[in-house]
């Protein structure tokens, strides 16, 4: 188990990701989560509840530990009204998890949680028409989330833990042209560690009815790494645009020099409430409401140690805006109990974007999404196996109309969808 366990966190810490509704992935956390679209804050029969509501954890029976992968293979196009159209890099992106519930006690329970809630991974060729906002991106968060439970009464839990993050990013994109007819290019790297909180509570309101609610902190990160340049050799002319307007021809090894850089991201606090009811014989459902605080996301801030453009070499600082709403994601899950060892599942949830249609960027070019979802269960002894597969339909998007947002001067349509797989493996001791 040990062995197994340190497997598993170094396969997590090794993963990529994929683009999301602002950048957020809890319907990927397992298979059996998949299959409902992750409305499972009030179920109590899940070890997943390690990270969706550990108070849940209170009345499971008997310890239990899950592990898993869900592939995720997106498709987005650029259709362009200016030129020919681009589609973005096609890529299976696997994102692992492992959840672990230990009850010590009719009253105490310890939980552990390793995965990836949030991740953004976007890559498009090198010469396409946008390059001048984003060619590749990638940030992803993975969270160690270790939790107590409590159960207060028969009826009522507690849990609270600590959220343990580990960020890393890259940022790849085109800087200036040159009058050579070659770009020059940068490369972003920076990485931090931070935390945050979670409280939780589950209510038994009758004995076929459960309502949960959790809430999650705010987690502030300062990524701190590298800014590198390429095609800056000395003798190459950068062409910049000139403050006045126009273009103004600066030495390219002086404008963009190599140095240290920071990024600066604050992750979303959220506020979950979900209700089960067993009501209805061999069928669980649920339904339920996520409150994601994505206004916090005001701007992207980048600080150099050499401002890119300047060519006198000084520090500076580049902010993005961003204006992001916040947001209320919507989930329903449906599970029917065939017999004693197989279950299915079926799930409809709807993502809406928090991005500012003003801001949106090919480094994120996602609107509003629909997940439609149908996953199985099969149970033998205390080993149980899911799986899950998800369709996810991204309404059309147009690229950003600020400045700071299209640089390149982009005038189309942004179009996507995504294919999810989902298994998982859990046992109960």
Not at 332 to 338: R, T
Not at 384 to 398: G, I, L, P, R, S
């Amino acid at each position: 188990m040990h062995r197994m366990f340190l497997l598993l966190l170094l396969w997590i810490l090794g993963t990529n990701g994929v683009f999301a509704a602002g950048f957020q992935l809890f319907n990927e956390g397992s298979a059996r989560v998949m299959g409902l679209s992750a409305a499972v804050t009030a179920r109590t029969d899940m070890v997943e509840a390690a990270w969706y509501n550990p108070s849940a954890t209170a009345f499971l029976k008997a310890p239990e530990v899950m592990a898993g992968l869900s592939l995720v293979y997106p498709t987005v196009k650029f259709e362009n009204d200016r030129g020919p159209n681009f589609d973005m890099v096609e890529k299976v992106h696997p994102l692992p998890f492992l959840y672990a519930a230990y009850p010590l006690n009719e009253r105490l329970t310890l939980n552990l949680s390793l995965n990836v809630p949030y991740g953004l991974a976007t890559d498009w060729d090198g010469d396409w028409a946008g390059r001048y906002d984003a060619v590749y991106t990638s940030l992803f968060c993975y969270f160690i989330t270790p939790s107590v439970a409590v159960k207060l009464t028969k009826r009522l839990s507690l849990a609270v833990g600590a959220q343990i993050v580990y960020a890393d990013a890259e940022l790849r994109k085109s800087v200036a042209p040159t009058t050579t007819g070659v770009d020059v290019k940068t490369k972003l790297t920076g990485d931090d560690w931070d935390g945050g909180f979670l409280v939780a509570l589950t209510y038994r309101l009758r004995e076929h009815t459960t309502l949960g609610l959790v809430y999650r902190s705010q987690v502030t990160l300062d990524l701190e790494g590298d800014a590198k340049y390429y095609n800056n050799a000395p003798g190459t002319v950068a062409v910049l645009p000139a403050p006045g307007g126009g273009f103004t021809f600066v030495s390219a090894s002086q404008a963009f020099r190599n140095g240290d850089g920071e990024v600066f991201l604050d992750l979303p606090d959220t506020l979950s409430f979900g209700i089960t009811t067993r009501y209805f014989r061999r069928w669980i459902l649920s339904l339920d409401l996520m409150w994601t605080g994505w206004s916090t996301y005001e701007q992207l801030k980048y600080k150099f140690e050499h401002e890119p453009g300047n060519p006198t070499g000084a520090p500076g600082t580049v902010v993005q805006p961003k204006d992001w709403d916040d947001v209320w994601a919507v989930r329903f899950g449906a599970e029917y109990l065939l017999n004693d060892r197989w279950s299915l599942r079926f799930g409809y949830a709807f993502d809406p974007s928090p991005i500012d249609d003003r801001y949106r960027g090919p480094e994120l070019p996602t609107n509003d999404r629909h997940f439609f979802n149908l996953g199985v269960g099969y149970r033998r002894g205390n080993l149980t196996m899911d799986a899950a597969y998800t369709y996810v339909h991204m309404e059309d998007a147009k690229p950003g109309t600020a400045p700071e947002a299209n640089r390149s001067n982009l005038d189309g349509t942004y179009t996507g969808h995504a294919h999810i797989v989902g298994f998982d493996l859990s046992y109960r001791f």
